[in-house]
């Protein structure tokens, strides 16, 4: 049977049926259309720019439910909606999968090699993309809960596929297995960290000392106006991703993409001092 509309989405054409699951990807690519309310994707109000419209359908591709929906067939924009550009060089995949709870990934333009960080659900519109950008050369995954397609990317693209030995059963197919020291000769400019915590074999992976793509181990809050991490998702030790945390604090980075939760861009110094006040909280926690 369909999911039935829910009641919580503001009238009008589009709405977010109850199969949600919450991942909070919608709110993400749509701030201010999409809300929370009584845990569930909800909009708030329809889109009236051509704008929001773009991102009302950048919300239905990253749905990993399909549940943003309108009552009525709503014309596509004559736009890329997926991937999304966050920075330069790196972009938002979309696509995002179910087995992977909705978590993001990213495509990250490199001259030697692209690479792409965590997967998407596999998807004729992305394989179309990362071809006409130059294929993938490297799949760096984060954790065993996130590798989505990879494989399928992978055989696409004939890719080296990166993981944690410890998170190594999630992907069989993976070519290289990282262990607990950092790695800096995954590819020019890109740094493998190993980040046990949330899972064992949790990495995050620096690029040029710019970019940090975390996973399900750190994020930013806009309600908190602050970097968080995640304790009820935690599933190997919060006192072991609190020592990992505090050990990150010593790399510089701007950017931080993370798999759930929001990114942010804050000076290098400054996420500095925000990731040692919360190794400090949750120290305390």
Same mark, same amino acid.
Request: glycine share 8%; net charge neutral.
């Given at each position: 049977?369909?999911?039935?509309?829910?009641?919580? $989405?503001?009238? *009008?054409?589009?709405?977010?049926?109850?199969?949600?699951?919450?991942?909070?990807?919608?709110?993400?690519?749509?701030?201010?259309?999409?809300?929370?309310?009584?845990?569930? !994707?909800?909009?708030?109000?329809?889109?009236? #720019?051509?704008?929001?419209?773009?991102?009302?359908?950048?919300?239905?591709?990253?749905?990993?439910? %399909?549940?943003?929906?309108?009552?009525?067939?709503?014309?596509?924009?004559? %736009?890329?909606?997926?991937?999304?550009?966050?920075? $330069?060089?790196?972009?938002?995949?979309?696509?995002?999968?179910?087995? !992977?709870?909705?978590?993001? /990934?990213?495509?990250?333009?490199?001259?030697?090699?692209?690479?792409?960080?965590?997967?998407?659900?596999?998807? %004729?519109?992305?394989?179309?993309?990362?071809?006409?950008?130059? *294929?993938?050369?490297?799949?760096?995954?984060?954790?065993?809960?996130?590798?989505?397609?990879?494989?399928?990317?992978?055989?696409?693209? *004939?890719?080296?596929?990166?993981?944690?030995?410890?998170?190594?059963?999630?992907?069989?197919?993976? #070519?290289?297995?990282?262990?607990?020291? $950092?790695?800096?000769?995954?590819?020019?400019?890109?740094?493998?960290?190993?980040?046990?915590?949330?899972?064992?074999? /949790?990495?995050?992976?620096?690029?040029?000392?710019?970019?940090?793509?975390?996973?399900? !181990?750190?994020?930013?809050?806009?309600?908190?106006?602050?970097?968080?991490?995640?304790?009820?998702?935690?599933?190997?030790?919060?006192?072991?991703?609190?020592?990992?945390?505090?050990?990150?604090?010593?790399?510089?980075?701007?950017?931080?993409?993370?798999?759930? *939760?929001?990114?942010?861009?804050?000076?290098?110094?400054?996420?500095?001092?925000?990731?040692?006040?919360?190794?400090?909280?949750?120290?305390?926690?």
């Amino acid at each position: 049977m369909k999911p039935l509309r829910n009641t919580d $989405s503001a009238p *009008g054409q589009w709405y977010i049926d109850t199969a949600c699951i919450n991942c909070g990807a919608s709110r993400h690519v749509a701030p201010g259309l999409i809300v929370e309310r009584n845990d569930k !994707s909800v909009f708030v109000r329809q889109p009236g #720019t051509p704008e929001e419209q773009l991102a009302a359908w950048r919300a239905v591709l990253v749905c990993p439910t %399909a549940s943003v929906r309108s009552e009525t067939k709503q014309p596509r924009p004559n %736009a890329t909606i997926f991937p999304q550009q966050i920075t $330069s060089g790196v972009w938002r995949c979309g696509f995002n999968s179910r087995s !992977s709870f909705g978590a993001h /990934s990213y495509f990250a333009a490199r001259q030697d090699g692209n690479l792409l960080i965590d997967s998407p659900r596999y998807a %004729a519109e992305l394989v179309k993309w990362f071809d006409a950008a130059g *294929g993938i050369a490297h799949i760096l995954l984060s954790h065993r809960d996130d590798v989505a397609d990879a494989d399928k990317y992978a055989r696409q693209f *004939g890719a080296r596929v990166w993981i944690h030995r410890e998170d190594s059963s999630a992907a069989p197919y993976a #070519t290289d297995l990282l262990d607990d020291r $950092s790695a800096p000769g995954i590819a020019a400019g890109v740094r493998a960290i190993p980040m046990p915590g949330h899972t064992r074999g /949790s990495v995050v992976y620096l690029l040029d000392d710019r970019v940090l793509f975390t996973g399900d !181990s750190l994020a930013w809050s806009p309600r908190e106006r602050d970097l968080v991490a995640f304790r009820d998702a935690c599933w190997y030790s919060w006192s072991k991703l609190t020592e990992s945390l505090g050990k990150l604090a010593a790399y510089r980075f701007e950017w931080l993409l993370p798999g759930h *939760g929001w990114f942010t861009h804050l000076p290098a110094g400054e996420m500095s001092t925000r990731l040692l006040a919360l190794v400090e909280r949750m120290r305390n926690d």
